[in-house]
């Protein structure tokens, strides 16, 4: 798909900040209002944005804590990986499942209500999953989304 | 504090932020009115920051995606900041966390493919300052995405 500038700068915009209304992101570029409304729209339809995220703030809705823990798979080849993903998936303090190439072989997003909820999400449900070997974990100190090469 | 009805009206909005407010009222069972004055509350508590568009990047091109950990170099005084300032600046990264536990920094890098990827890392990664060790995790398949919060 062939992006111009003013396509750039509407995905910088909004993928910051979805809030503001066609207008005032018209305004911000200097688009009509229903300029910025189809541009909008051909960017969904050609799935470049492919949804909508709430913003909230973890802490102040009771979750103080997110770790990203790395899996190692202790017995390749005997377990299903489809009985891990699908296992991991259910869990719904794990926000994020990724399969990787390299030192492990899944990556997870976890949050959890304190360290204590942590471990017992870590222990209770990460720790059974079907041929869970190696885990390491590393706790979210801060995060910040960059627009890349927007 | 939240309540069980703020906790509702942000699992319904959670799940589909863009929803007519007519239909999350009628969902969480509730006036449009009442559903109005708990989200205004709820962002002037700070607690709801606003929603943002997901980009799909392999749609713009962008096939490749890599997980950078980062270990730094902490003998220096500054390493976190001058790290951080320079990585920000590098347009192929499009998040950055920092942790506790082994690895300090991590980045997530999108390429158009490999190639591009190899000249990324070689020429804008392994020149930013202090690292002293680096993993690099290449994305196969994302499996679930959701950061939608357990409410």
């Known amino acids: 798909m062939n992006l111009d500038d003013i396509d750039h700068a509407l ?10 209304s066609t207008t005032q992101l018209g305004q911000k570029l200097g688009l009509s209002q229903p300029a910025t409304w189809r541009r909008l729209r051909r960017l969904q339809d ?60 899944y990556r997870l997003r976890v ?35 960059l627009s890349g090469p927007l | ?7 509702r009206i942000l699992r319904l909005l959670q799940s589909d932020p863009t929803q007519p407010l007519p239909d999350l009222a009628a969902l969480a069972g509730l006036t449009p009115a009442r559903v109005t004055r708990r989200l205004d509350r709820l962002r002037q508590d700070g607690v709801l920051l606003g929603q943002r568009a997901i980009i799909d990047w392999r749609v713009l091109g962008y096939t490749i995606e890599v997980s950078l950990r980062v270990t730094l170099d902490k003998t220096v005084p500054r ?47 392994l020149t930013l300052p202090h690292i002293a060790d680096i993993e690099a995790l290449m994305t196969v ?11």
Do not use: C, W
């Not at chain 1, 995905?11 to 503001?20: E, H, K, T």
């Not at chain 1, 390749?76 to 990787?100: N, T, W, Y």
């Not at chain 1, 870590?122 to 989304?145: C, D, F, I, K, Q």
């Open chain 1, 11 to 20: 995905l910088r915009a909004v993928a910051l900040n979805a809030d503001q």
């Open chain 1, 46 to 105: 050609a799935g470049v944005i492919a949804g909508r995220q709430l913003m909230l703030d973890a802490e102040k809705v009771g979750f103080g804590v997110t770790v990203f823990l790395g899996v190692k798979l202790a017995t390749k080849g005997r377990i299903s990986l489809e009985d891990f993903e699908r296992a991991v998936s259910a869990i719904p303090e794990v926000q994020l499942v990724e399969h990787v190439l390299g030192l492990y072989d």
């Open chain 1, 111 to 145: 949050v959890a209500r304190d360290l204590a909820d942590f471990e017992r999400v870590l222990r209770r449900r990460v720790m059974t999953l079907p041929g869970v070997g190696n885990v390491e974990a590393n706790v979210l100190l801060s995060e910040e989304r």
């Open chain 2, 1 to 7: 504090m939240l309540d069980d009805i703020d906790r």
């Open chain 2, 79 to 125: 390493a976190f900041d001058e790290f951080m300032a320079a990585a920000r600046s590098v347009r192929a990264v499009i998040e950055m966390q920092t942790f506790l536990g082994r690895v300090d920094v991590r980045l997530s890098l999108i390429a158009r493919d490999l190639p591009d990827y190899q000249r990324i890392y070689r020429d804008e990664i």
């Open chain 2, 141 to 151: 398949a994302q499996v679930k995405h959701d950061e939608s919060l357990p409410l």
